[in-house]
């Protein structure tokens, strides 16, 4: 039997970053709102022995049950996809905050050549620098527009940095506090930098460098510097994070409420508008329908794109023809890097998720790519996040993996170790999507989302050659021995990469080749608006958070126009 709730004016599917802040700023606004939580409420109360490097590190508390929930994988169409059974390349979250629990905190604006990708590239280097396969395109959206929402976002999470990079897009605004402590190891980084050449910088910071109070009255604590952010909630309130910011905003209002364990498996739809989404709980497993005036999906970007999929909104996308929209343009991130081995030791078990400096010299169009086989490319950075002892055992090469001489070098290398590394771009490829698996289901009966994804010649050019950059500064930072990253080949889910996947639920001004408008509004269904990363058009060059708080405030911003006038909003 399924119980039809009372209708609301807006419903969230998921209460992170973007479902909170669509939450805080429509009830703000007057609107009614429900946030559906597949998982459980949690706060910082919660984390207060959150230093717990295995519960949390390895054996993943604050992530998904891929038992009941998962997703299948293959490199290309010939191969079978197999479910992921344990966390591995990505991870997988759940529970109220979202991802915006357990990041690291850094917090970057993307380039302004990342929204108009397709017609920067094509004026400067002609239409045909990159294959056809390679299907860029621009955003339908300007940096320039955008940087209201940015500002925004960073206000309301008071992040710390400095506006010194020489490359950024302009500012209206300087950052809510000053940059973090500029340690020795990040001096070390900074001198090097600058003897090369480049323009260092400190990473901008949602680990905030100085108490905060945001203009909605929501308060953020100063950094203790204690190392325990990735993958860890913060018992300080210290990491700027949905639970202590947009969620107690929405929740003051009196006209938001979350339904925990709230596991989403429809969007209904009727006509040209959707109707509210079907839900179950996921511990009683009784059946509900909530019924909305907008439906927002703010859930992870792999989760948004399912949705639509298994609730057959829009067209899905099929790479034999290159039709369709939905699932297209899935894009991961290229890490290229180098680590360099000392002499002397250093203090690398303190830190925080996003202590650290990085130079952009090498990322977008920075730096000239007329003779080079690839474009963008990625920021290179030096972060502090504090070395936890499980998962850190540098050796030189050459060390035996196990046995006495493996324990010997790790503990002579542990605290003379640094890491130089890149956030590369990726551009999307004609074969590298997502769609719904044949084979495989999930506990609700729902079919998983199936993943095609391979390295391209794109990304292994730039991974090469930015791997020699990285290896370079590594190099004038005075390491006796410096190993660069691999080069890379076929993509493997298993080791743990990054969880910046983009794609699948494209932004644009052209619905033949986007799902949604610029302010994330589907194409076809005016009330239902979709936000995350699966916006992106292809990935930049950093991590996605504060692109994606920006268009969470430009998608708050357009479902309160529909809510008065109706319509499409472009």
């Known amino acids: 039997m399924v119980t039809t709730l009372d209708k ?39 984390f207060a022995i959150v230093h717990d490097e295995y519960r949390y590190a390895i054996r993943y508390e ?17 191969q079978r996809a197999l479910p992921m059974r344990q966390m591995g390349s990505f991870l997988l979250g759940e529970g109220l905050g979202g991802s915006g629990t357990h990041w690291n905190g850094q917090n970057w604006r993307f380039l302004p050549y990342d929204f108009e990708i397709k017609t920067m590239t094509e004026q400067k280097y002609g239409a045909n620098k990159l294959p056809a396969e390679y299907t860029i395109q621009d955003w339908g959206i300007t940096y320039d527009e955008l940087e209201p929402y940015f500002d925004r976002f960073e206000k309301t999470a008071g992040i710390s940095g400095e506006d010194t990079n020489p490359f950024w897009g302009k500012r209206s605004a300087e950052y809510a506090t000053p940059p973090m402590k500029k340690t020795p190891i990040l001096q070390k980084f900074e001198t090097a930098s600058k003897n090369l050449g480049y323009s260092p910088f400190m990473m901008p910071s949602a680990n905030l460098s100085e108490a905060y109070e945001n203009p909605d009255g929501a308060k953020i604590n100063a950094c203790q510097y ?17 639970e202590i910011t947009v969620v107690p905003t929405a929740k003051n209002t009196g006209n938001y409420e979350i339904k925990f364990n709230a596991n989403v498996v429809e969007v209904m739809k009727q006509g040209d508008k959707v109707t509210g989404v079907r839900y179950f709980d996921t511990v009683s497993f009784e059946e509900f329908i909530q019924p909305a005036e907008v439906v927002v999906l703010t859930s992870y970007m792999m989760n948004n794109a399912k949705l639509l999929m298994v609730s057959k909104i829009g067209e899905q996308y099929d790479p034999e023809t290159g039709r369709g929209t939905l699932g297209r343009n899935y894009a991961y991130q290229i890490l290229p890097g180098a680590s360099g081995f000392f002499d ?9 998720g996003a202590l650290g400096m990085t130079v952009d010299d090498f990322n977008g169009d920075n730096f000239d790519h007329a003779d080079l086989d690839f474009i963008h490319g990625a920021s290179l950075s030096i972060t502090q996040t504090g070395n936890r002892p499980i998962q850190t055992n540098p050796v ?3 060390t035996p993996s196990w046995g006495a001489e493996f324990k010997k070098a790790s503990i002579e290398n542990y605290p003379r170790t640094l890491n130089v590394g ?3 771009a990726s551009m999307p490829h004609r074969e590298n999507y997502m769609a719904l698996d044949g084979t495989y ?39 006796k021995t410096v190993v660069g990253g691999s080069p890379i080949s076929d993509y493997d889910i298993v080791p743990y990469q ?46 996605p958070t504060g692109t994606v708080g920006a268009l969470a405030y430009r998608c708050a911003e357009g479902i309160i126009n529909y809510s008065k006038n109706g319509g499409s909003l472009v």
Request: charge should be negative; glycine fraction near 14%; hydrophobic fraction near 35%.
């Open 8 to 46: 609301v004016d807006v419903v969230t599917v998921g209460v992170g970053w973007t479902g909170g802040i669509i939450a805080a700023e429509c009830a703000k606004e007057g609107m009614k709102v429900v946030g559906l939580e597949r998982g459980r409420e949690r706060g910082t109360s919660d």
């Open 422 to 424: 890149g956030q590369g």
């Open 62 to 78: 604050l992530m998904q049950d891929l038992s009941r929930e998962t997703v299948s994988f293959r490199n290309n169409r010939k």
């Open 344 to 352: 002397e030791k250093m203090n690398v078990f303190m830190g925080a």
């Open 226 to 242: 204690c190392g325990f952010c990735e993958r860890f909630g913060c018992e300080y309130g210290a990491k700027s994070s949905p």
């Open 396 to 398: 030189p090469p050459d």
């Open 498 to 543: 990054t969880t910046h996947n983009t794609g699948g639920t494209v932004m644009g001004s052209d619905p033949a080749i986007s799902v949604v408008n610029n302010y994330l509004q589907h194409w076809d269904a005016e009330n239902l608006f979709v936000v995350g990363a699966g916006n992106f058009a292809h990935n930049g060059g950093y991590n």
């Open 441 to 479: 289901k999930d506990i609700y009966g729902v079919p998983l989302l199936q993943l095609t994804y391979n390295f391209t010649d794109q990304d292994r050019a730039l991974h090469a050659y930015l791997t020699e950059k990285a290896a370079g500064i590594m190099q004038e930072m005075g390491a």
